[in-house]
Nanobody
């Protein structure tokens, strides 16, 4: 299983970034996907999630109406995205892509390595 995040970097307050997560090694189209973030000395926190079908989306209150999660379930593509608008300094963190796959009675969580997002001048 591989989850590779990209798109992080430096953005100014009020600016935008688009994160992507390339997935392989599991059945992406049947996995629930999400983004989480973690800063130094802090616990990893939920940011946004999208159901396997793409019909349901969930957001942390802190990012609601600013961030949008989406996914590509088309054949030969397996990508998760996070469009981040109106960025604030407190959005500075390492952002992680997560896949949740259910096989029979067992649920498996897979994590990417993370991509750094820094919001500042």
């Amino acid at each position: 299983v591989q989850l590779v995040e990209s798109g992080g970097g430096l953005a100014q307050p009020g600016g935008s970034l688009r994160l992507s997560c390339a997935a392989s090694g599991f059945t992406f189209s049947s996995a629930d996907m999400s983004w989480a973030r973690q800063g130094p000395g802090k616990e990893r926190e939920f940011v946004a999630a999208i159901s396997w079908s793409g019909r349901e989306e969930y957001y942390a209150d802190s990012v609601k109406d600013r961030f949008t999660i989406s996914r590509d379930n088309a054949k030969n593509t397996a990508n998760l995205h996070l469009q981040m608008n109106s960025l604030k300094p407190e959005d500075t963190d390492v952002y992680y892509c997560k896949a949740t796959e259910t096989l029979g009675r067992k649920t498996y969580d897979y994590w990417g390595q993370g991509t750094q997002v820094t919001v500042g001048t």
